[in-house]
């Protein structure tokens, strides 16, 4: 593994790529062109937990010359989904009598 340009960096709502150099108090851009300062903290681990900017993702893998992201299937719309068969109700089942406990 080589020498990595960018370096990943919670910021506006996801996790964008920005140039390595960029550091404490630099104002720099992402590879989507968000305009940022770096910022003395790291991030809280929720920010960490953002979404990947897809465009930022593409323009990274592009240039670091490694495969196009898997496409994620989408979700059929609510109407396409088959609608449920009615189950045909059960008699109920008879219950035996409770069993009277002796007192001893």
């Known amino acids: 593994m080589g020498v990595r ?3 990943w960096f919670p910021a506006d709502g996801r ?3 920005i140039p390595v150099e960029l550091v404490v108090s630099d104002e720099g851009a992402t590879l989507c062109g968000v305009p940022i300062t770096v910022p003395r903290e790291r991030g809280t681990k929720a920010e960490w937990c953002w979404p990947t900017c ?4 593409a323009v990274w893998r ?11 299937a989408s979700v059929p ?4 989904v088959p609608a449920r068969v009615p189950v045909p109700a059960r ?8 069993v009277p406990v002796r007192a001893r």
């Open 5 to 7: 340009l960018f370096r």
């Open 15 to 17: 996790r964008h790529a």
């Open 54 to 57: 897809p465009t930022c993702d």
């Open 62 to 72: 592009k240039r670091e010359g490694l495969a196009p992201a898997p496409v994620r």
């Open 77 to 80: 719309a609510r109407a396409s």
């Open 91 to 98: 008699a109920p089942v008879p219950m035996r009598a409770p």
